[in-house]
């Protein structure tokens, strides 16, 4: 599909925009992200070779594999967040005079901390609704809280990437 | 009257003219007549408001996401365990059974649970005996189950009946199941015949069914809390007897074709080029044996206490 | 009044650069909160539950896994064999290099599912190979960014899984099939203009004095990037598994040519693999999710009913409106990538698909055409991003000659909207 940033860098060349410096080393979401694709392609092939070999499935690798989707949505976005390379018009932003095009890019990444402290609250009070109310997965059975408490810490993740990346482009350069 | 909201977002999995679409579409209609237009009331099919995600409709219906609701005890099952009780297997033997819970000392205990679980409960309906259809053979005992691949919905309960059965389940979306059974990745599913009929089932070449009525899940009128209480009592009423009266015609509606003598919409099935199978008494009781221990389990899960006074009210059924 | 401020305020954050998806979740909140003034937390609840259920789906697990994809056959060095063996097969002369571009990036899209990646496996080997023939480096970008833009149709493609996950009835599966016939036009479509340009300007003198590759030996190399798509769509098509699955039988399969037959893949590459393309689709996914929150807010508010029928009553007629809808969609795409066009508009525009009774798979197939031209359309166009950077010339260059490899394509978006057969004719066969 399409993204403004390029995917990766071309086979052979340097990454075109090296990492700026970060105070928390992006290494934490990098492994993270590492970690949970490969566990997703890996569960996912089990599932294929077992099916095939004894015809059984595991019912549990569906809500497993979901959820380690959404873990890498919000983690690796994380690192995206810190990278600014994030779905975005750069048309306007990225062109004229330098004052404005930093101040755009302090604009963009204070809304990107707005949402996700919001939704690092909102998501708080339901991971509290799925405590009080004993809810359990519909897959395995196992209490829902296990799955969606990391919401709220990796909105707070994503929310901090955000504020970093706005005090970054605030500094001269 | 100021606090009334403009309109109010209904929640279903299935719209008119199912049934189950039917109920909402009737509920809102009585609503919307009798109140004077106080209360309008849109429907969203396709559990739409959560993005399609069954399983956080009453969660979200709690929390105001949603105002009002008809929803399926399987469904609703993950925030309130007691629900399983409908899909325990071969509880219920007839319609007789389900009357006899609903409309019974079950029945209240169920809505007590509802009740606690964050909304307010007005009425029954129901989606149906779900009848197991697949695209190999005549399934007529449990070996003939053994190894197929069939679909089920979203609870533990159910991927643990159909194990005890030997067959291996995959729970997945109706949407993923289309392309499933029509590419043979999976060989059947479960669900109650209206439906048959109405996705056509038979085009994705579910050529055999078995009507086992393993299990029935009623449907659920509910209301927010908070929604509830915005309204005068005289509203309350009026949206109470709506939902029962409209529970009572979806029921109907939902029956229509297999109480008959004749079960005619098994014919307009079989007429599709469709094997329909119907169990002996014998045969329907391998079944039960074999999913006996699951039975046994889940009803600690759901309560000892709940799951025995079901089966004394099925005892005493009036048939 | 609610609504309207929900389309201005996302809009004025777009325009200004906020990242979509924060667009999307602050202006789809705002509303929300407005809008529920007396329901507990303003009714913003809705926020987590749709974000968290607009992500909760087993079909999306697909779109890394064809990211993956992508990535790994980028480096698998099947990119490289398929030119040769295709050299070998039409030989060298005037216009042949563009022709094996776009042939090679057409088969890859049975492999990958996302136009950038296309463009940089097919850029890495083509636009040196192109530029040693003689042919400008504009030219071989142009070429190399449009035939990229067939990944999107010819099976498999993320584009369809996203659009099947909007859109009740339209099947992953019989989108992939109705993509297959309009994506192999669309190739076809784009090697006239490119053959042609190139023999009128005389481009690639230098091509029929390079050598011709043996044939027998370049498909023996070729064979494992051939199989590739065998492998993914018939198993697909057998029932052997689903999207998702065949998608990670690919990420081994690829893994397997890269790191064991060709060696062009190391141990250590592969942090950099899995590292990128789950950023890649992380960026997709979020906006997904955060479109939920949007799209709920927008049926909510009420606005869709009247716009559609707005729109229906206007008296343009059904092909009209069509148009109306492609001539919109064309210039927002002049701004905005693919997967964020179909996540706003499919909500909007369903309606009107259910009103003049539209097939949802065919109006999925015109859609992911448009999104398609929307790729190599500067100057938001991001495969020829990809194509230009590897050709090191600025896209303003390349416009020169996308123009009539836009045009050549959109006769090809003519022909399906005049003949949906040339959709439906494959899924139906299929039985889809
Ligand atoms: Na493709
Ligand atoms: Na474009």
Redesign the pocket.
């Known amino acids: 599909m399409s993204l403004p940033e390029l995917p990766d860098p071309i086979p052979g060349e340097p990454e075109v925009h090296p990492d700026e410096v970060t105070r928390v080393p992006l290494a934490i979401e990098d492994w993270l992200t590492v970690v949970v694709m490969a566990l997703l392609a890996l569960i996912t092939f089990a599932n294929v070779l077992v099916r095939y070999f004894t015809s059984q499935s595991f019912a549990w690798t569906e809500e497993i594999s979901v959820f380690l989707m959404i873990v890498l949505a919000l983690v690796a976005g994380s690192a995206a967040v810190a990278r600014n390379r994030h779905i975005r018009i750069e048309f306007f932003a990225d062109n004229g005079p330098e004052a404005r095009q930093r101040a755009l890019a302090r604009f963009g990444a204070f809304m990107m901390f707005l949402f996700f402290a919001v939704l690092a609250v909102l998501s708080a009070r339901v991971v509290y609704d799925d405590i009080r109310f004993g809810e359990t997965s519909p897959g395995i059975g196992v209490p829902v809280w296990w799955y969606t408490m990391w919401m709220p810490v990796m909105s707070v993740a994503i929310a901090g990437r955000a504020l970093g990346l706005f005090i970054r482009r605030g500094r001269r350069p | 009257q100021s606090n009334y909201k403009a309109e109010y977002k209904m929640s279903l999995v299935l719209g008119p003219p199912t049934p189950w679409g039917m109920a909402g579409q009737i509920w809102a209609d009585l609503v919307k007549e009798r109140t004077q237009g106080r209360i309008n009331i849109k429907l969203y099919p396709g559990v739409s408001l959560v993005q399609g995600d069954q399983t956080r409709e009453f969660s979200s219906l709690r929390q105001g996401v949603i105002d009002m609701a008809v929803g399926s005890t399987i469904n609703w099952s993950p925030q309130i365990k007691e629900l399983n009780l409908f899909s325990l297997p071969f509880l219920m033997p007839d319609y007789a059974a389900v009357d006899a819970l609903t409309q019974g000392e079950v029945g209240k205990r169920i809505f007590a649970t509802v009740d606690r679980a964050g909304a307010v409960p007005l009425a029954w309906g129901e989606n149906g005996f779900r009848e197991l259809t697949n695209s190999k053979k005549p399934i007529k005992s449990p070996e003939d189950l053994k190894g197929m691949k069939i679909r089920v919905v979203g609870s533990p309960l159910f991927s643990d009946t159909f194990n005890a059965l030997g067959a291996n389940p995959t729970q997945m979306s109706w949407a993923d199941a289309q392309p499933a059974l029509s590419s043979g990745a999976v060989d059947g599913q479960e669900n109650p015949m209206f439906l048959f009929t109405v996705l056509k089932m038979h085009t994705v070449g579910q050529k055999f069914v078995t009507t086992w009525g393993y299990v029935a899940d009623p449907l659920i009128f509910v209301v927010n809390k908070d929604v509830w209480n915005s309204w005068s009592p005289a509203d309350r009423e009026i949206v109470r007897q709506a939902a029962i009266e409209a529970g009572k015609q979806e029921i109907a509606l939902a029956r229509k074709g297999l109480v008959e003598a004749d079960k005619p919409l098994l014919k307009d099935v079989a007429g599709m080029g469709v094997t329909v199978t119907t169990l002996s008494p014998a045969e329907r009781d391998a079944f039960v044996k074999a999913t006996r221990p699951v039975y046994e389990k889940w009803k600690a899960t759901i309560g000892a206490d709940l799951v025995n006074q079901a089966e004394k009210d099925i005892a005493a059924r009036k048939k | 009044m609610i609504a309207t401020l929900l389309f201005v305020a996302f809009l004025a954050l777009l325009m200004v650069g906020v990242p979509i998806g924060a667009a999307l979740g602050l202006a789809g909140a705002v509303c929300i909160a407005l809008a529920n003034q007396d329901v507990q937390w303003f009714g913003l609840l809705a926020v987590p539950q749709n974000f968290y259920a607009g992500l909760a789906k087993y079909p999306l697990l697909a779109v890394p896994m064809f990211v993956l994809v992508g990535s790994i056959f980028d480096r698998s060095g099947v990119a490289l064999r398929l030119v040769n063996f295709a050299v070998a097969i039409v030989g060298r002369g005037p216009g042949m290099l563009p022709l094996v571009a776009i042939a090679v990036a057409m088969f890859l899209?049975?492999i990958?599912?996302s136009g950038p990646a296309n463009a940089a496996a097919v850029g890495a080997v083509m636009i040196a190979a192109m530029s040693r023939a003689g042919y400008p480096p504009a030219f071989s970008a142009s070429v190399v960014g449009a035939a990229a833009a067939t990944?999107?149709l010819?099976?498999?493609?993320v584009a369809f899984i996203i659009y099947s996950v909007l859109v009740t009835g339209a099947s992953v599966p019989a989108l992939f099939a109705a993509g297959m016939i309009p994506g192999v036009l669309a190739g076809l479509a784009l090697m006239i203009p490119a053959v042609w340009m190139a023999r009128h300007h005389k481009m690639g003198q230098l091509e029929a004095q390079l050598p011709r590759p043996p044939f027998w030996r370049s498909l023996r190399e070729a064979l494992w990037g051939l199989a590739a798509p065998v492998l993914i769509l018939g198993g697909m098509r057998a029932g052997w598994f689903t999207p998702t699955e065949a998608a990670v039988v690919a990420v081994f399969y690829g893994l397997f040519v890269g790191m064991v037959v060709h060696r062009t893949i190391k141990v250590r590459d592969l942090f950099t693999i899995l590292r990128e393309s789950g950023e890649l689709s992380a960026v997709i996914l979020l906006v997904v999710s955060l479109a939920g929150i949007f799209a709920y807010s927008l049926s909510t508010l009420g606005v869709i009913d009247p716009v559609t029928r707005a729109i229906v009553n206007s008296g343009l007629g059904e092909y009209g409106v069509l148009g109306l809808l492609i001539v919109l969609l064309v210039t927002v795409g002049m701004f905005l990538d693919g997967v964020s066009i179909f996540l706003i508009f499919v909500p909007l525009l369903v309606p009107i698909m259910r009103h003049y009774n539209w097939d949802p798979v065919w109006f999925g197939v015109i859609l992911t055409l448009k999104v398609a031209l929307g790729q190599f359309t500067p100057p938001l166009a991001v495969n020829l991003m990809v194509s230009c950077r590897i050709a090191k010339v600025p896209m303003e260059s390349t416009i020169r000659w996308v123009g009539w490899m836009l045009l050549s394509m959109a006769l090809v978006m003519v022909l399906v909207i005049a003949f949906p057969q040339l959709a439906l004719w494959l899924p139906r066969k299929l039985g889809y």
């Open positions: 899209g049975g990958s599912g990944d999107i010819i099976p498999p493609s």
